[in-house]
């Protein structure tokens, strides 16, 4: 009787991606499976350039904000604020207290949004639907605060080189507050849902481990590093806005898997929602309700007046503005900018009543004149949603930037996702790219 001859087995080459709902149109991941085990993998990025570096490089600083909002779209605050403080440390201004309050309070209503979208996606991505809608009703919430001070959801383009586009609304206070104990309650919830939930419990602990020498070494940051229990939080290690002046934790994982990474991003929300009550609690200089000092007129009134010289006592007189410019009358002005000519446009009240502010007005909006930093470079850094987002802008004295350099958080973790999911099963790899949070418009920037 011949003897059996030995299996042959082969590997097998599989595509995940770009047409796959979990890799968002644009990622690839060539898989090389040995059954159901991941023997190598090799990540595509390149679906989507947008050319982001350039496009700033052909606009001026202020029209750079647009582009910004695009990088982190769930979280765009957070890259306004970034690029803004990056040309303020160039230009050597120095923000209002009230003004970085603001920031602080509207970046972490912001990292709350871009968690609960992280974990809510992932959880659904595992079949807890429910956990999805959950999240999604929270942002919600979060997503009207926001529109209520920018005039928009996502898109927001609030930031300034110097400042804000605009003060609270007069009742942003309690509204956020309203806002932030439901979130609490939802957040809760989810914990009660998934936390101790067999099947999510199974499909995330000791899946898409990473040690922290192997993070530290591509360069990682955020809630993948804290996992791992590497304890680098920018807002800690070089405080900015003002973070020094709040008291949060930092949350830190064990073992560096998807478990981890979820319980991290958990109690992160809560220790945002614990420093936006801390800055609500003590924001200098409120709204102010009534202007005592003159009286309200329509600004095609207040600029005919002008124009005639019948200016006696104009600039006393408020503007009644559209919708969108409410917050930024000239009695919110000076708390929410840094006090010079070359980086804010002054109050409407003035550009209407008054010919050196008209000159000032078009003299920063102008292109080839506008906010013009000396020479030099700088990199600013802050703690983004997924870790730490940083603008390197190199100024050639112009009004435009001569090259800036993006450094996205998603980056480094997308760099070492091929040695994550390596031995791990096909199945695996959804709850893991989850994990890494990836947004393509600042990954393929």
């Given at each position: 009787m011949a003897e059996p001859k030995e299996l042959e087995t082969k590997t097998m080459l599989l595509n995940v991606g770009p047409a796959h709902p979990a890799m968002h149109g644009v990622?690839?991941?060539?898989?090389?499976?040995?059954?159901?085990?991941?023997?190598?993998?090799?990540?595509?990025?390149?679906y989507l350039h947008r050319a982001f570096e350039k496009e700033c490089e052909n606009s001026t600083y202020t029209q750079c904000f647009p582009y910004t909002d695009r990088l982190n779209y769930v979280s765009p605050l957070i890259n306004n604020f970034a690029f803004a403080a990056a040309v303020e440390q160039l230009m050597d201004l120095e923000i209002p207290p009230r003004c970085n309050y603001i920031r602080v309070i509207m970046s972490e209503i912001s990292r709350i949004t871009d968690h609960l979208t992280c974990i809510g996606a992932s959880a659904m991505e595992l079949g807890a639907f429910s956990a999805f809608l959950y999240m999604i009703k929270a942002r919600e919430w979060l997503y009207e605060l926001i529109e209520s001070v920018t005039g928009a959801r996502l898109t927001i383009s609030y930031a300034r080189i110097g400042g804000v586009k605009a003060d609270l609304p007069e009742e942003f206070a309690k509204q956020c507050r309203a806002a932030l104990e439901k979130t609490r309650e939802v957040i809760q919830e989810m914990d009660d849902l998934l936390t101790r939930n067999r099947i999510f419990y199974d499909r995330t602990r000791g899946i898409g481990i990473i040690s922290p020498e192997k993070a530290r070494s591509y360069g990682i940051t955020g809630p993948f590093l804290r996992s791992t229990g590497e304890d680098y939080d920018v807002r800690k290690v070089f405080p900015y806005f003002g973070y020094d002046r709040f008291d949060f934790d930092v949350p830190i994982g064990e073992r560096g898997d998807n478990y981890d990474r979820y319980l991290v991003r958990m109690e992160e929300m809560r220790q945002s929602i614990r420093i936006i009550e801390q800055a609500l609690d003590s924001i200098p200089e409120g709204p102010t309700n009534v202007d005592p000092e003159g009286h309200i007129i329509d600004?095609?009134?207040?600029?005919d007046l002008g124009k005639f010289g019948k200016t006696a006592g104009l600039l006393h007189n408020e503007v009644l503005i559209e919708p969108t410019l409410k917050g930024s009358e000239k009695r919110y002005h000076d708390r929410l900018h840094a006090a010079t000519k070359e980086a804010w446009l002054p109050p409407k009240e003035k550009?209407?009543?008054?010919i050196e502010a008209l000159m000032n007005h078009f003299k920063i909006i102008m292109l080839g004149h506008g906010v013009r930093p000396p020479k030099g470079e700088v990199y600013f850094p802050v703690e983004g949603a997924n870790g730490e987002l940083g603008f390197y802008i190199v100024s050639d004295g112009t009004d435009r930037p001569w090259r800036v350099r993006c450094h996205p958080p998603c980056f480094p973790i997308m760099a070492a996702l091929d040695h994550i999911i390596e031995g791990d099963q096909l199945a695996d790899i959804v709850p893991t790219f989850g994990s890494v949070n990836m947004i393509a418009g600042e990954l393929d920037r």
């Open positions: 990622v690839q991941i060539k898989v090389q499976l040995d059954g159901e085990i991941v023997r190598k993998a090799d990540i595509e990025i390149g600004p095609d009134l207040m600029a550009v209407y009543a008054s």
